[in-house]
C-alpha cells in the first residue's frame, strides 16, 4: 500500500494562484521513481479527470484546461510531487487527488484535498 499525503488546497478568488504538494513517506526513493505521479481532480457532481502527470525523468503530460497554467514537478529525493497552479478560475473547483501509477492503473490515491475558486 502507498501512502499520499496532500496539502496545500484553500479558497481563493479568481485569477489566484494555489500549490498543492503531495508526499509519500513511506516510499524508498527507488521505488518512488517507479511510479507515474499525477493531479486529479473531481468537480462537483462529476467524473474524477486526469490534470496533469509526471514521470520520474521530468516527462509532463497536461490536460488541455491546464495547459499554461498548472505546472506539475516532483522531486524523487524527496518523495514529492507539486501542482503549482496560476490564473485560476471558478471552474477549476474541485477536490484535487495525488496519484501514483504503477504498472496497471488506478494505482494509489490519496485522500484528497479541496480547491474552491470564488470571489
Known amino acids: 500500500q502507498v501512502r499520499l499525503v496532500e496539502s496545500g488546497g484553500g479558497l481563493v478568488q479568481p485569477g489566484g494562484s494555489l500549490r498543492l504538494s503531495c508526499a509519500a513517506p513511506?516510499?524508498?526513493?527507488?521505488?518512488?521513481?517507479?511510479?507515474?505521479m499525477g493531479w486529479y481532480r473531481q468537480p462537483p457532481g462529476k467524473q474524477r479527470e486526469l490534470v496533469a502527470d509526471v514521470t520520474y525523468n521530468g516527462r509532463t503530460n497536461y490536460a488541455t484546461s491546464a495547459k499554461g497554467r498548472f505546472t506539475i514537478s516532483r522531486d524523487n529525493s524527496k518523495k514529492t510531487v507539486r501542482l503549482q497552479m496560476n490564473d485560476l478560475k471558478p471552474e477549476d473547483t474541485a477536490v484535487y487527488f495525488c496519484?501514483?501509477?504503477?504498472?496497471?492503473?488506478?494505482?494509489?490515491w490519496g485522500q484528497g484535498t479541496p480547491v474552491t475558486v470564488s470571489s
Open positions: 496519484n501514483a501509477l504503477g504498472d496497471q492503473p488506478p494505482g494509489y
Open positions: 513511506r516510499l524508498i526513493t527507488s521505488v518512488f521513481n517507479q511510479y507515474i
